[in-house]
Every structure is written in C-alpha cells, then in structure tokens.
C-alpha cells in the first residue's frame, strides 16, 4: 500500500435497505463496520453513473444474479471509466440479470448484444435460436455454460468472492483475472430466551424445532423438507418452521396437508429482522437446502451458522465448503429425502450432539466477524487503488491448465466444482510464492 495524507475514498454501488436483497442487506453490514476504515458514498445502482463521477479513489460494486444490478453493470463496463472499480461477485451465474433485466422488458437488442459479447459464437448461436421470439431458458437448463461474466471479470480491476469454487470458477473463465476470496461475513445477533421467543412466535413450546430462513423459491427445495418431515413417526418429527414469503396458493401448503402434516409446520411470511432472530432463537437447529446452485454463497445460512445452530443443507456448491462439524450435506437427488429425514431427527432429538454442533457453528461464526471482513476489503481496496494486482494471474493460468487436463477429482458436476477446486487450490498456494508485481497506474483500458 502507499501513504495517503487522507483516507481512502471508496464509492459503493450495490442494492441498499429498505430493498429485500441479501445482497442490499450484506452491503447494509460491510459498510457499517468498512466506514471505520474508509470514506465511503453508497450508490444505489439507479445511481450507478454518479458514482464513475463522484472522484472516488477505487469503486466497490456488488453484483448478483438478478435485474436489480443492471445499473451497477452498466457503470461497470461503461467505455471510458477512469475509476479503478473491484467487485464482489455474489453469484458465478448473472444470466437471470440480463434475461430479466434486458429481454423481459422487451429489450432485446441489448440482450443479444451481452450474449454474444460474453459468451462468443456460442452466445451468437444461441441467439440465432432465439431471435424468432423462441424462448430458450438456459438460464434455468444449463446455466453453467452461459454464465453471461465475461466482460464483467474482463471489466473489473479485481474480482472479490466468497467460495473456492467460485474463485476456481473465475479463474478457469478469465485466468488473468485477480481474484481474493473474502469469506461471507457473519453478523452478531440479537438473542432472545428460547420460551419467550417460542411464544412470540407461536411455536410449541415443548418439542424441538427446525427452521428454514430466507427467501422462499422452488431452489430452496421446501417441498423436499416437507417430504421429509412426513416420513418421519410423529414421535421423532420436530416441529418446522418456514420463515419467508409463501402464497396463500402456493402448492406448498397442499404438500403438507398431503403429508398430514397439519399441525407439525407454521408459515411465518416475510420476517422482520427482528423476528429472523426470534426465529434462531427459538430453534433447535436450521434446514436449508438449494439446488440448481449458480455460485451464489447464503447469507441466510452464514447467519444461522453464526448464531449457533447445527445445519442441515445440500451437498452442492457453497454449502459443501462448510465444515463437517457443524454442517450435515445430503446428497441432491436420489435417497434425498429419506437421508435427509434420518439426519434432521437424529440432530433434533440428541441435545447432545445438537450443542457440539452449535459449539463448532459459532466458533465459525466469530471468524467472520464483520469487522475482520471489513479490514480485508480494505486492503483490496487500497491495492486496487494505487494500481496493485494480485499475482492470482499467473497461477490461474497454469491452474486452468492443470484442471484442462484432468487434474483433481473425477467426475464433472453441472458446476464444474472439481476443476474450480482444483483451480482455486493451485492459486492460492501459488500466490503465496510468486513475487508481488509492481503497483501500476490504472489506465481505464480493462
């Protein structure tokens, strides 16, 4: 880093509260601890282009796979920035931004445009497919192989992410993209006794609970939950409770009188933060499952890891990065269900292993205190600033080749998670051997 005679001036563009966004409210709780560390100007995306004008020393973007972050990508690749920018990638998939974002409303000269100009000839060809007014979702079918980044981790000085197999996934993309993985920050929570916040919630006091946090969507894979809570003998079923938003129609609800399970789920809707941590509290450990993954890391379960509870989630992407000791992975697929509903009654009714588990959770939790993020983004931020890139290059390049040629495990998921842990794996023993190129200036040509 070089000597300042003032602090770094860091403009942040991302969705901010009162939005509901996972991505508004991480970016709500970086800068509540990143502001002791920098001067920071939020930016909603709609006011993204303010920020390439605000005379910011660096710019800090945060992009997820969603329309809400046109703006912000717009800003990002707009030809002639001046500002050195990093972003945080909070999802290897953006495909859903530009379908939503561009075709959705009937721009599809700009969606064609961002198809070919990040995917090639393939995106050509696909469009091709298309133009006819065909809808091919492949962002739903095979969003791994049109993850619609490219000009994105061309655009950025540096590329933050939250999992090995998304710094793998980027550096097998765009090998002389710097990338630094920054863990998921994981806030401290308000606790309320476990009988008074039961009570506010209107949950049976005298069995145990399993909750399900967080945004409601068929990748979260309710429907298996419930599944599994109806295999299982009243005697060994905890109570469930969904916190989220779910349609009075919604098939859900049929699920669970299908599955007799009447009086052993409650629905609670949208929760407040207030009542998030109700939720926590009156809980004995939390379900959370996802599948398709598109690289995204769940702030919802980072939570929930870090206030203390045993989890339960699926063997895929981000999730199977969490430690053994406080995480059980099923498998998607196949036995599923029955596993999953043999492992959420042998954690619920062993107290026990339940609080082991909850031990290693928090421990893991106080690890990724917001203000130990918050000094790492600093330092990427600084580095990006006075023109610094990480040596991440080089070794991306020759992890990619290595992972080309078959190297880590066998076996190729829709993720490609095998060759991106081997990637990520390769340039992070190798960044710590490669000597540090000089700082640069930056010239606005990337």
Not at 144 to 169: D, F, K, Q
Not at 235 to 262: I, Y
Request: hydrophobic share 40%.
């Amino acid at each position: 880093m070089t000597v300042r005679d003032r602090r770094l001036s860091v403009g942040v563009v991302s969705p901010l509260p009162p939005v509901r966004s996972g991505i508004s409210d991480y970016t709500a709780e970086l800068l509540a601890s990143l502001r002791r560390l920098v001067d920071v100007a939020a930016y909603e995306p709609g006011r993204a282009g303010e920020a390439l004008e605000g005379g910011h020393d660096v710019l800090l973007f945060q992009i997820g796979n969603d329309p809400l972050h046109v703006g912000s990508y717009e800003a990002l690749t707009a030809p002639g920035r001046t500002t050195p920018a990093v972003v945080t990638l909070h999802d290897f998939v953006l495909h859903h931004l530009f379908a939503a974002g561009y075709l959705d409303s009937g721009d599809e000269a700009n969606y064609a445009r961002e198809l070919e100009a990040n995917e090639g000839d393939k995106g050509r060809s696909l469009w091709g497919r298309m133009k006819d007014g065909t809808r091919i979702p492949v962002w739903d079918l095979d969003p791994w192989s049109y993850p619609m980044n490219g000009r994105l981790l061309a655009a950025a000085e540096t590329v933050v992410v939250h999992s090995r197999l998304v710094a793998g996934s980027v550096l097998r993309r765009r090998p002389e993209t710097p990338v630094v993985e920054i863990p998921h920050h994981v806030v401290p929570a308000p606790r309320t006794e476990r009988a008074e916040a039961r009570r506010a919630l209107s949950l049976p006091p005298g069995r145990p609970v399993a909750v399900t946090l967080g945004v409601v969507t068929p990748a979260k894979r309710v429907n298996r939950i419930l599944e599994a809570f109806g295999r299982l003998p009243a005697n060994q079923r905890p109570f469930l409770f969904v916190g989220g938003a779910v349609g009075e129609d919604d098939p859900l609800h049929g699920l669970v009188r299908d599955e007799g399970l009447e009086g052993d789920v409650a629905f609670g809707g949208y929760l407040s933060e207030v009542d998030f941590w109700r939720a926590a509290s009156a809980a004995d450990l939390a379900v959370n499952l996802r599948h398709p993954t598109m690289g995204e890391t769940s702030g919802a379960v980072c939570r929930l890891a870090g206030f203390g509870l045993p989890l339960v989630v699926s063997d895929i992407g981000w999730f199977r990065e969490l430690p053994d000791t406080f995480a059980s992975k099923i498998p998607v697929g196949g036995d599923e269900v029955e596993r999953l509903a043999r492992e959420i009654s042998r954690i619920a009714f062993d107290p026990v292993e339940a609080r082991r588990r909850g031990e290693a959770a928090a421990a893991w939790g106080l690890a990724r205190h917001p203000d130990r993020i918050a000094e790492a983004y600093a330092s990427v931020l600084e580095d990006a600033a006075d023109g610094w890139t990480r040596p991440s290059a080089l070794s991306g390049r020759l992890a990619a080749e290595l992972a080309a040629l078959g190297v880590g495990q066998p076996g190729r998921a829709q993720s490609r998670e095998p060759d991106a842990t081997v990637v990520a794996a390769v340039a992070g023993r190798l960044a710590g051997v490669l000597p540090r190129p000089r700082p640069g200036a930056f010239d606005g040509s990337r």
